[in-house]
């Protein structure tokens, strides 16, 4: 008679490695949790306020007017042909979207952290949530610049087609810097104060109230497209207004932004098995 075989199973767990510990398929899976999360930031941000929505349009609005005085009156900057408060709403709306979806998914994981210690759910939901749900506010505030180029009588230019692209440049860069701040914040609560004052720098840095056009220096323009949002918001005047095209500064923006997406992601992942432990 033969010895019995043993048959024990040995499992070896091990990391996964490269793309595949993203498991970005688990979005799509989750595709409706990330839908409800996006209705319910949106309701949150506008309950028991008086004016609701309508602070999409004067946020965008009132900034418009201090910037057309201060800039554009006193300090006589040029706007590439195109009327100030005109040319300073189209940096703005670009702008304010990357600036509250970078805001809103740096904050995403603490803002949620009894849901995150409750049930597993991929983590990357809530800051993608957090963004997606700022899009609803640009959409609201593009009101207000169509009606501004109706009563300036500004057509858009041929090269509206390609507005989706400068869109989804500032989209990508909130989304990467927004998930390396996410990360972070849950282990060094420091990341809240010094995010608004590194909106603010980033906000003078980039072409908003004036027109990156003023650079002329070919190292100063290198140096300067190495902002994502410089091609974003230029990008953005050219292809709606017909402003000077971003022309080779919008590379270098495109390269970096891609670089902050991805490893963003990689780090968000990294750090996501220590969240709910930490947070």
């Known amino acids: ?29 989750h595709r409706e949790l990330t839908l409800f999360m996006v209705w319910r930031d949106v309701k949150v941000r506008y309950k028991q306020t ?27 900057l040029p706007s590439d042909g195109v ?32 849901l995150l210690t409750k049930v597993y759910f991929p983590r990357l939901i809530v800051p993608l949530a957090a963004t997606l749900s700022t899009f609803v506010d640009f959409l609201v505030s593009c009101a207000v610049l169509v009606l501004l180029m109706l009563y300036y009588r500004v057509a858009p230019s041929p090269a509206i087609v390609a507005l989706p692209l400068f869109f989804a440049l500032a989209l990508a860069t909130a989304v990467g ?14 990341v809240q104060y ?12 980039s072409p908003v109230a004036y027109s990156a056009s003023l650079i002329h220096s070919p190292a100063g323009r290198a140096i300067y497209a190495l902002n994502p949002m410089a091609g974003a918001i230029q990008g953005f ?14 590379w270098p923006s495109v390269a970096v932004s891609v670089v902050l997406l991805v490893s ?4 968000f992942k990294r750090m996501e098995d220590t969240f709910a432990d930490v947070i």
């Open 1 to 29: 008679m033969d010895a019995p075989v043993n048959m024990t199973h040995v499992t070896r767990v091990e990391p996964p490695r490269g793309w595949a510990e993203l498991r970005l398929g688990e979005l799509v899976e």
């Open 50 to 76: 008086a004016l609701g929505v309508a602070w999409a349009v004067l946020q965008p609005l009132m900034t418009m007017v201090i910037f057309t005085i201060i800039f554009g009156r006193i300090a006589g």
């Open 83 to 114: 009327p100030y408060p005109l040319f300073a709403l189209a940096g703005l709306l670009p702008w304010q979207l990357f600036a509250a979806s970078l805001t809103g998914a740096a904050n995403s994981l603490v803002g949620n952290a009894g």
């Open 177 to 190: 810097v927004g998930l390396w701040f996410a990360a972070m914040n849950v282990r060094y609560r420091d």
């Open 194 to 205: 010094v995010l608004p004052f590194l909106v603010q720098l980033w906000l003078f840095a």
């Open 237 to 250: 005047r050219w292809a709606l207004l017909g402003a000077p095209p971003p022309g080779p500064l919008v």
């Open 264 to 267: 963003g992601l990689f780090f």
